[in-house]
């Protein structure tokens, strides 16, 4: 957790301004590539789930 602990301070920070959306994209191109699975991006998703809600968050791919 202490690794991320500045990207959600800042995610959360981002999040208060309602004119501000969140896209999630290139978590799997930015993973390790021969060592990741589905769940190591749980905690970052709650972070954004969490912060921006269902109704400002949007996904897309690379």
Known sequence: MGEIAQWKSAISALAKHENVYCKVSGMITEA?????????????LEVVFSAFGTDRLMFGSD
């Open 32 to 44: 390790d590539w021969q060592n990741w699975n589905a769940t190591d991006f749980n905690l970052y």
